[in-house]
């Protein structure tokens, strides 16, 4: 066999384990077509070496097996949100995001129309076949009017499942795309005028210009059920009506090229520029790690607890997180938050068996009790009932948080009866200074409160002192 040199492209198709040169497209697929020409302009270009393509899922998902070049596999539908990220921490990298209509058109369009209207430097190659290929032949958005797919077996109806969407168009009343333009694969006159839209899309990448969008009208014989020559058909005769072919814009000489990127600021600087400056975490691996729980209803200053907590870590400079999970209610719906202290990087936030548990209503004391760790702590409001049995080895306290701020006039204070138990009782292993600080810190925006919840805090802690 003639040795025939590849540059762009693999030379083999390894997925099928016998170095094969054949492909996973079917006879007469566009999808085999618009991948020499993405290799064609990538290599003529000179571009190889830069260019990073995203294949979300769909036929065209094992890319990676057949491009020489940068790859990064997305999930359905999110190839420009990948694509958005890589040009923004590589904004030397040519950006190429290949997706079919379902992908790009049904679950992903609205990252589509975010990522066009944001301008991201991307060249956009959208393959449309009128149906899903992969699934096997399901409606896509551009399906046309009466087509027949798996899910419209009698033919698609507007009345029912809306009317063919036109990307193109769609992405044309938006201000920042550089150039919009629809082609097809369907017979040779139309590919090398493929081919020219794909390298000017991949030249704006070059000169840094922006967001380009190439739509390629693309036949699918196995799923419309036509020979490949039918199919390419079909793609003249019938989507060319719906979806004529053209350039809808072409802004390439006014738009300006990508100025340089501000330099990144760095880690202490995102500190310093934040609310509260504070030096970062330092690595303590010796530290032992702490993971609490803070819950209750709504409007119980569940949340500002954790917060608390949280923010008196950071000023200790441990790693923390303050990780909140509420009901949609304003007010009275569950609410809890998962705060953990560690010597070194958090790696989930989640707390699903705390060591310390805090409980301020009975539901969630019923409902979280069970999980606490032997030898954990759980600090519990009074007025709940400790019908349910603590595991063996936890410790249940039981604060007067709810009753002890009503009786000191400041009910909506119950939060810090319970800060003061945390504290007294020793159960964030944090320096009471910091934990009163970070209270402080808390009411930032009302000064007028600070000296008044020192007071509360002292009151609790007395409360708690006489009667544990
Ligand atoms: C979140 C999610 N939903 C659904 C699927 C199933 N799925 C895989 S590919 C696909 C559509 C493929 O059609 P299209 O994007 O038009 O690409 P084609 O295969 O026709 O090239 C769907 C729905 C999935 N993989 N992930």
Same mark, same amino acid.
């Given at each position: 066999?003639?040795?025939?040199?590849?540059?762009?492209?693999?030379?083999?198709?390894?997925?099928?384990?016998?170095?094969?040169?054949?492909?996973?497209?079917?006879?007469?697929?566009?999808?085999?077509?618009?991948?020499?020409?993405?290799?064609?302009?990538?290599?003529?270009?000179?571009?190889?070496?830069?260019?990073?393509?995203?294949?979300?899922?769909?036929?065209?998902?094992?890319?990676?097996?057949?491009?020489?070049?940068?790859?990064?596999?997305? @999930?359905?539908? &999110?190839? $420009?949100?990948?694509?958005?990220?890589?040009?923004?921490?590589?904004?030397?990298?040519? #950006? %190429? /995001?290949?997706?079919?209509?379902?992908?790009?058109?049904?679950?992903?369009?609205?990252?589509?129309?975010?990522?066009?209207?944001?301008?991201?430097?991307?060249?956009?190659?959208?393959?449309?076949?009128?149906?899903?290929?992969?699934?096997?032949?399901?409606?896509?958005?551009?399906?046309?009017?009466?087509?027949?797919?798996?899910?419209?077996?009698?033919?698609?109806?507007?009345?029912?499942?809306?009317?063919?969407?036109?990307?193109?168009?769609?992405?044309?009343?938006?201000?920042?795309?550089?150039?919009?333009?629809?082609?097809?694969?369907?017979?040779?006159?139309?590919?090398?005028?493929?081919? @020219?839209?794909? &390298?000017? $899309?991949?030249?704006?990448?070059?000169?840094?210009?922006?967001?380009?969008?190439?739509? #390629? %009208? /693309?036949?699918?014989?196995?799923?419309?059920?036509?020979?490949?020559?039918?199919?390419?058909?079909?793609?003249?005769?019938?989507?060319?009506?719906?979806?004529?072919?053209?350039?809808?814009?072409?802004?390439?000489?006014?738009?300006?090229?990508?100025?340089?990127?501000?330099?990144?600021?760095?880690?202490?600087?995102?500190?310093?520029?934040?609310?509260?400056?504070?030096?970062?975490?330092?690595?303590?691996?010796?530290?032992?790690?702490?993971?609490?729980k803070f819950t209750g209803f709504g409007g119980q200053g569940i949340l500002?607890l954790?917060?608390?907590?949280?923010?008196?870590?950071?000023?200790?400079?441990?790693?923390?997180?303050?990780?909140?999970?509420y009901g949609?209610e304003?007010r009275g719906g569950s609410a809890q938050c998962?705060?953990?202290?560690?010597?070194?990087?958090?790696?989930?936030?989640?707390?699903?068996?705390?060591?310390?548990l805090v409980c301020m209503n009975r539901p969630s004391y019923e409902r979280y009790i069970?999980?606490?760790?032997?030898?954990?702590?759980a600090i519990v409001d009074s007025t709940v009932p400790l019908e349910v049995?603590?595991?063996?080895?936890?410790?249940?306290?039981q604060m007067s948080a709810i009753d002890?701020a009503?009786?000191?006039?400041?009910p909506?204070?119950a939060n810090?009866m319970m800060?003061?138990?945390?504290?007294?009782?020793?159960?964030?292993?944090?320096?009471?200074?910091?934990?009163?600080?970070?209270?402080?810190?808390?009411?930032?925006?009302?000064?007028?409160?600070?000296?008044?919840?020192?007071?509360?805090?002292?009151?609790?802690?007395?409360?708690?002192?006489?009667?544990?």
């Open positions: 066999m003639k040795e025939i040199k590849t540059v762009g492209m693999y030379e083999t198709f390894d997925r099928s384990g016998k170095h094969t040169r054949a492909t996973h497209y079917c006879a007469g697929c566009g999808h085999g077509i618009v991948h020499k020409l993405v290799t064609e302009a990538m290599v003529e270009l000179g571009l190889q070496d830069r260019t990073v393509i995203v294949n979300p899922i769909g036929c065209a998902v094992f890319g990676y097996y057949y491009w020489d070049c940068g790859n990064i596999g997305a @999930a359905h539908g &999110r190839a $420009a949100a990948v694509g958005s990220a890589v040009n923004r921490v590589r904004p030397e990298a040519v #950006v %190429i /995001s290949y997706q079919g209509d379902g992908d790009l058109a049904a679950i992903g369009m609205n990252h589509t129309f975010q990522s066009a209207n944001r301008g991201e430097h991307m060249a956009v190659i959208f393959i449309n076949n009128a149906i899903y290929g992969m699934t096997g032949g399901q409606m896509a958005p551009t399906t046309l009017v009466g087509m027949k797919t798996k899910t419209s077996p009698f033919g698609r109806d507007p009345l029912t499942m809306g009317y063919p969407i036109h990307v193109c168009e769609t992405l044309n009343q938006l201000r920042a795309p550089v150039y919009i333009t629809r082609v097809s694969v369907a017979d040779t006159r139309r590919i090398m005028q493929a081919k @020219a839209a794909i &390298r000017k $899309a991949l030249e704006i990448q070059r000169d840094g210009k922006g967001y380009a969008f190439v739509e #390629v %009208i /693309s036949p699918c014989p196995t799923n419309l059920g036509l020979s490949p020559v039918k199919a390419a058909q079909f793609c003249i005769e019938q989507m060319e009506q719906e979806f004529p072919l053209g350039t809808l814009r072409d802004n390439t000489k006014e738009a300006d090229p990508r100025a340089a990127p501000a330099p990144k600021p760095t880690p202490q600087e995102y500190f310093e520029a934040g609310e509260t400056a504070l030096p970062p975490a330092v690595v303590d691996p010796d530290f032992k790690e702490l993971r609490l500002s954790g917060i608390c907590v949280a923010e008196a870590a950071r000023m200790e400079r441990r790693f923390t997180s303050w990780y909140p999970s949609p304003q998962s705060v953990v202290i560690s010597g070194t990087p958090i790696g989930c936030p989640a707390v699903d068996h705390p060591d310390v069970g999980d606490v760790v032997p030898g954990g702590l049995k603590p595991p063996e080895g936890v410790r249940v306290v002890l009503i009786e000191l006039g400041v909506k204070a810090t800060l003061a138990a945390l504290m007294e009782l020793g159960a964030t292993g944090l320096k009471p200074e910091h934990l009163q600080a970070a209270l402080d810190a808390s009411f930032k925006k009302k000064p007028e409160l600070v000296e008044k919840n020192r007071a509360l805090l002292r009151e609790a802690v007395s409360w708690l002192k006489s009667h544990t």
